[in-house]
Every structure is written in C-alpha cells, then in structure tokens.
C-alpha cells in the first residue's frame, strides 16, 4: 500500500499532467525523449483474453505457449503454471461457474466481462492502483450527452447482458453508473495486440488513455504480455506535449477525422490534418487512364469502397468479394491508393486462413511498400507486414527473401526495442 500510494505522489518520472488548450488534460515531457526510449510503462488496470485465444495464450500473464494447463472446473481457461492460475482466479471465478451453467450459451461480449472485471477490480482496490499515477479511472470521459441513439441502445444492451451473465457473483451498481462506466470504457479501452497486431483482449490502461490525440504522434504505444509500454517515435524536448494515436493512420484526414467523431467526439488539428501533406498519395489515382476521372467519379468509388469494406465484414465467399472489388476499384484507383491497399490486406488475411500462402505472398508484397509511404516512420503496422512477409518467405523456402524482410522487421522496430 505504501508503496503503490508514494509511487501516485511522484507520477511518472520525466512527465507532467496538464491542461492542454483545446484538448483538457493531456500528458507533457518534463525531460528529452529520444526515439526509442521508453517514456513509461503501464500495467493494466484490469484485462480479459478474447475467447477466440483461450488455449494458446495464458489468462493470466497472456504468454504464448503450448501445453498450458486448463481450469479443472470450466475446462475453457488456460494458464501456464499454478502460480499463474492462483493470480487470475480473483477475477476468473466470476465467469468460471457461469461457464459450466450456461454452457454454450455462455457468449457476453468482450466490453462486457471487461467492465465485470472493473466492478469486482474497484470493490478490491478502492485505492488508486499502479496504474492510476497521473489518472484515476473514476476520471474517465464519457461523453455520454454526445451518444446518439444507437450507442446507447448498444450501452442498455451491454448492461442487461452484465446482469444477465453475472446476477449471481457482482452487487450491480445504479443503471446510471453502469451507463457511464460502459460510455467510458468504450472510449478510454484499449486493443491488447500481439507483434502482428492481431486481437488478443482488452484492458483499460488509465496512465495511457491521458495522452491525447494526433495523426502526427511522437509516441507509440505496444505491449509486453498485459504491460503497456510508451515508447518515443520523435525526439521529444521538455516542455512538449506527448501525443499518442488513437486510430489507423493509413486513411486520409477526412477518414480519420469521421472516425475519430464517431468513437471519440473530436476533430484532429495536429500538423497532418492541416496539411493534409500524405493525402494525394493515399489517393492516388490511375495514370493510365486516357480520361482523368471526375471528382464526382472518385466520391463514387470511395463510397463504393466503404461500402463494400463493411459488406466484406459480414460476407461469407470473402476472397471472392476482394478480388471483385479490387478490380472495379483499379479502374480508377492506383494499387498503392488506402482503399486498394485495406482490400489488398484483407484478401492476404484470407489467403492465410485458407493456407494459400502463395496468393498472402503476393499481396503482401503489394501492400508493404505503400505502407512505408503512408504509415509514419517507425509504424508498428509495417513492421508487422514485414514479420508477416518474412515468416512466409521462409515458410516456401525463399529464405533470402526471408532474412531481408526479417532484418526490416527489426529495422522498423529499433527504436522501440531500445532498452527494453
């Protein structure tokens, strides 16, 4: 207890919370950052694998491994050691005999057995928590004058889902505060990813949810099992503000500024939305073509391209869809334009779920040169295609090819894995 509570007097070493003008709170540099050194690090409040992982990841400290031991009880979580399984089970047993009476009925969403989590987390730590030295959870932003119907008719379903899958182990709180504990996680909540960036759970990490937004970060965040590490991608001088990224940069300002409304109830201003510097290149049309397409005609592509990217969620022939629409977007769009390039990243994922590693090779080779154009420099998003690249370039036996990619895998990700 000491400890946790002289470790929130001091904050973070090297850092500062502040009002940021036209941001609120936000998080500013009290000393230099070079690239790659490690800003700070912060473990999760609280966390919760995704169900897709449960036996190839422990519940616990999320290592990747084979022969994990399972629950004796539910036989659905998996753990690496005892040790590892004592740590989870205050938090496991909430879902471990609603598992066996449910059964395969058992199905509440991710944010839902998250905000359990944080429930039970709040009951057994009153206190502020290691992760809370700069922001306490309590002090989340929820925004919940700006939800408009559909996000809280998402939010009432959420909570009748809680009180559905967890009457028997939680003292639920008034519906308000389950209202404004769900809008709030739903923006302060983070995507635990491994080093390709796929899913692996969500966490609510308080220290890391200060930084606020731009589409110029000079920070970028990664994980080590359920720790959240901070890392510099500029050199950073004292006095600065510290800026992480909120969403994918690879889309254009007017992309990104839709989704940062939608999600988070702002517009960016950063540098890069001004400019729009990258946008020409991220919509690059087709040299080719004998007649340059009006504008009319590219605003029809791209709502053409929304469009078909949200059918391709809820589609069943997938690969057939992204080869289709590849070739009625390329009548106007060049390969390397964002929404060639989303639909490109797709059929490679595709291509590796049917284990046609030669159709993922050739579309990843088409997508990780633009990539290093759009994405800023150190992108853990590049750095991910290149692994991704290297690890089939070896897998067919091109083992040149292999060490080339994995060698820029490590390039792109050098700063970050300075110190670390």
């Not at 090297?14 to 540099?29: C, H």
Request: glycine share 6%; hydrophobic share 35%.
């Amino acid at each position: 207890m000491f400890k946790i509570n002289q470790m929130i007097g001091e904050g973070i070493e090297g850092t500062e919370r502040v009002l940021s003008p036209g941001k609120g709170r936000g998080l500013r540099a009290l000393k230099e950052f070079k690239v790659g050194d490690l800003v700070f690090a912060c473990p999760a409040y609280t966390y919760v694998l995704t169900a897709n992982e449960r036996g190839g990841f422990c519940e616990f400290c999320f290592t990747r491994q084979e022969g994990l031991s399972k629950c004796g009880k539910c036989k659905q979580a998996y753990y690496c050691n005892v040790d590892c399984q004592k740590g989870d089970w205050p938090m496991h047993k909430l879902e471990c005999s609603a598992m066996c009476s449910y059964g395969e009925n058992w199905n509440p969403s991710e944010t839902v057995r998250l905000v359990a989590r944080i429930i039970v987390k709040k009951k057994m730590h009153p206190e502020r928590t290691e992760s809370e030295r700069l922001l306490a959870l309590r002090e989340f932003e929820s925004h919940l004058e700006k939800l408009d119907n559909e996000k809280n008719e998402m939010n009432q379903t959420d909570i009748a889902a809680l009180r559905h899958f967890y009457s028997r182990h939680l003292d639920f709180p008034e519906n308000a505060a389950l209202n404004e504990l769900f809008a709030g996680v739903n923006c302060n909540g983070f995507t635990i990813e491994d080093e390709e960036l796929s899913h692996l759970g969500s966490a609510v990490f308080p220290d890391v949810a200060l930084m606020n937004h731009s589409c110029s970060p000079n920070v970028i965040v990664t994980y080590k099992g359920t720790v959240a590490e901070v890392r510099a991608i500029q050199d950073i001088s004292p006095g600065e503000e510290i800026f992480n990224s909120y969403i994918d940069l690879l889309y254009p300002t007017e992309d990104r500024n839709e989704r940062l409304i939608d999600s988070y109830f702002f517009t960016c201003d950063c540098k890069e939305c001004t400019t729009k510097s990258k946008d020409k290149a991220k919509m690059e049309i087709q040299k080719t073509l004998s007649t340059p397409p009006k504008q009319k005609e590219i605003q029809k592509m791209v709502k053409y391209a929304k469009n078909v990217i949200e059918e391709f969620r809820r589609a069943n022939e997938l690969l057939e869809i992204c080869e289709l629409s590849l070739e009625k977007m390329g009548s106007i769009f060049e390969e390397t334009n964002v929404y060639m390039l989303h639909m490109m990243y797709q059929a490679m994922g595709v291509c590796l779920y049917m284990q046609d590693w030669d159709g993922a090779m050739r579309y990843g080779e088409k997508i990780v040169k633009p990539y290093s154009v759009h994405y800023p420099p150190y992108s853990l998003n590049v750095a991910s295609m290149y692994l991704k690249l290297g690890r089939l370039y070896l897998g067919l036996e091109k083992k040149s090819l292999g060490v080339k990619a994995l060698n820029k895998v490590w390039f792109a990700l050098k700063p970050q894995i300075r110190d670390s």
